[in-house]
């Protein structure tokens, strides 16, 4: 195996491409899904109760609202349900506006660095290369808490997050020490907890320290990707 270049990676990315390294991306994939079997089962016992899709109550002071509020049916669905580590252990579901292929993309490298590091290739790691997205885009990642069954229907379908984690890629100028990324958090009360750059005192410890340390992927991981729906066209 590679150690030097190995060791070079940031923990956080260690972490996420342990799973990778041991059971092949295959079975990571399905290991990944297990937090969608746990809202599935939840959703079939006794506890868990019909709810209804409610619109997420954005602030009036959020980025590109009027086509933030329409994210669940106009952008594209990367992820099924996979529980995050680095956002808390909360179930994780990924939207993006566009650049869905380019997300792709990305997450074929992140597998194919963790191949090569495991096998010794280094003619396979000069070959990695990670894409940078375009300003405009917009990643949305929906968070649930995985033990209510509160935030599920009856057929195991995550409805109504608690929070929405953002990130916008401003226009060039904006932050770039950071990539031009813009982060916002929202609760599901409408509270805007974060928004800024990485670099400001509040985003910082929620966003911009774990961000920083994949500075060569854009700042934006790619641990999981299923594209389970297609954007719509209007």
């Known amino acids: 195996m590679n150690l030097v270049r190995l060791l070079s990676l940031p923990v956080s990315v260690l972490l996420s491409g342990l799973v990778l390294l041991l059971v092949g991306p295959g079975l990571a994939a399905a290991e990944g899904n297990d937090a969608e079997k746990q809202m599935m089962a939840l959703a079939s016992s006794k506890k868990s109760t019909k709810v209804k899709e409610k619109p997420f109550p954005f602030p009036a002071d959020t980025p590109s609202l009027k086509q933030m509020k329409e994210y669940r049916k106009t952008y594209t669905r990367l992820t099924a349900l996979q529980k995050s580590a680095l956002h808390w252990n909360f179930g994780i579901v990924t939207y993006i506006n566009k650049g869905e292929d380019r997300f792709q993309h990305n997450y074929n490298m992140y597998v194919k660095e963790f191949e090569a590091l495991d096998e010794d290739d280094d003619e396979a790691l ?96 790619h641990t999981f990707f299923t594209k389970v729906m297609t954007k719509k066209k209007n």
């Not at 990642?141 to 599920?152: D, G, T």
């Open 126 to 221: 000069e070959e990695i290369e990670f894409k940078p997205y375009d300003v405009g885009t917009i990643i949305v990642k929906e968070q649930y808490p995985l033990e209510s069954e509160h935030h599920i229907d009856i057929e195991g379908v995550p409805l109504n997050p608690s929070a929405l984690s953002i990130m916008i890629k401003e226009k060039k100028g904006y932050d770039p020490e950071n990539g031009d990324w813009r982060y916002l958090q929202i609760t599901s009360s409408g509270t805007m907890v974060a928004n800024g750059k990485a670099s400001d005192p509040v985003v910082k410890p929620l966003c911009g320290e774990c961000h920083i340390n994949v500075k060569d992927r854009d700042y934006v991981y």
